[in-house]
């Protein structure tokens, strides 16, 4: 079974950086793509990045290219989501997501953490 726990989050100045992380509780954590997801008040929930099963393929939503990077360490079955340069309309709710293939469908994720709140001040 696949259990997602995001940490991380928090309140930080336009142009500072975080860290989220996503850790799976389970054992079949490399089973699984991974991927990024957020949504903003009023906004539908969109994909940030994903990463494929063995890391070796990653896509981007085109606002945060350059500027976030997703990487996973499948021996800590936990996934990362560095944030940099980060700008108030980066302000939502992200959510961790699993699986069976890297897609930007969040319908095709069968398995999602919480959510953490990160919040970009101008």
């Known amino acids: 079974q696949v259990q997602l726990v995001e940490s991380g989050g928090g309140l930080v100045q336009a142009g500072g950086s975080l860290r989220l992380s996503c850790a799976d509780s389970?054992?079949?954590?490399?089973?699984?793509?991974m991927a990024w997801f957020r949504q903003a008040p009023g906004k539908e929930r969109e994909l940030v990045a994903g990463?494929?099963?063995?890391?070796?393929?990653?896509n981007y939503v085109d606002s945060v290219k350059g500027r976030f990077t997703i990487s996973r360490d499948n021996a800590k079955n936990t996934v990362y989501l560095q944030m940099n340069s980060l700008k108030p309309e980066d302000t939502a709710v992200y959510y961790c997501?699993?699986?069976?293939?890297?897609?930007?469908?969040?319908?095709?994720?069968?398995?999602w953490g919480r959510g953490t709140q990160v919040t970009v001040s101008s």
């Open positions: 990463i494929g099963r063995s890391g070796s393929s990653t």
């Open positions: 997501a699993a699986g069976r293939w890297l897609t930007t469908a969040a319908t095709l994720y069968g398995y």
């Open positions: 389970g054992r079949t954590f490399s089973n699984y793509a």
